[in-house]
């Protein structure tokens, strides 16, 4: 217990990405724990950062965002989901996903209010929902399907309910939700009169099956704030580059509480990431078959290696259960990996609040070299001799 650090966030210490990123470079283990790549994204986009700080364009960019950024969002939602936004008054830039569902959070809700989210959910929410002094209110993705209860959403949905916080592609499990169930998600907002704030950062990365963005159900675009990044799509996650599309009332509301967080990031990283966003149909789908191969890959060699797997329709991440090594505490397994093997996973049971549901789920990151998976695989054999 930290004395200094304040209830609310007592909770949450240190993330669970940079305690297992630190333990891996300290015992020289393979990394598959926090979610980056360990190649760059296209050389036209790292060009184009380059180009822009060598054009001088290194001091504050608009609180908003840069326009050609703006209006390179803009223009992607209404090339892939049809979807019309105003770039000066319904897109907002942020630094990374991260400040975008920060600001959100502390923008739409406060003391009195909940929020419902599913679990396992992405650690930042339940400490953005913290830092609103507002309550969560979760509902179980149910290992191995990671399907949902409808009558279990219904419930956790109160007078008191201000906001869904929804992540499609997800993290961790790497569920792509459905259309049908987006459709019944959408219905009750609806009917409960609900902000949806959805974080979509891994659109790009939906194998089977189609990413839904919720703002496209009917009556959906005008109560949903859309969040995405440059980080997944365009393989720079260091960058930060974040956004969010939503009408003005709620981008206004939201921008309030970003600039006093960053105010500004990434200037001349944002004219890049504009860039990207222009990048030709071919570029989006062959990153999605890139990991795709990736996913088969880590998938197969973790079953080889005896875990018990489920496949992700989507993201960066392969969910695996420890059970047939008759182990039963992922975090203990996830701490003593490096060791055993030189790997590094991450413990699932982190990002749930019933932790029985998540005790013996490992999560490992398919967005390497093949050969680094291929030798983390091998290396994983080793622990059922
Ligand atoms: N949301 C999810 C579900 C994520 O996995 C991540 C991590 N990349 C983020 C948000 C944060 O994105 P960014 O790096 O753009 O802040
Ligand atoms: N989104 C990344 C993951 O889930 C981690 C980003 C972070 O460390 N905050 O692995």
Redesign the pocket.
Known sequence: MNPYLVERLAPFGTTIFAEMSALAVATGAINLGQ?FPDTDGPDVVKQAAIAAINAGHNQYPPGIGVPELRHAVAAHQQRFYDLAYDPDTEVLVTA????A?AASLLALCGPGDEVVTFEPY?D?YAACIAMAGAQRRVVTLQAPAYTFDADALRAAITPRTKLLLL?SPH?PTGKVFTRAELTLIAELAREHDLVVVT?E??EHLAFDGEHVPIATLPGMRERTVTIS?G??TFSF?GW?V?WLCARPELTAAVKTVKQFLTYVNAGPFQEAIAVGLGLDDAYFSQLASELRDKRDRLCLGLEQAGFAVTRPHGTYFVTADIAPFGETDGLAFCRALPGRCGVVAVPSVVFYDDTAAGAALVRFACCKRNEVLDDACTRLKALAR
Request: aromatic share 10%.
């Open positions: 979610g990374g996903a991260t400040e569902i992405y930042s992540n993290n974080d950062v891994y990044s980080g997944k996650t930060k974040g």
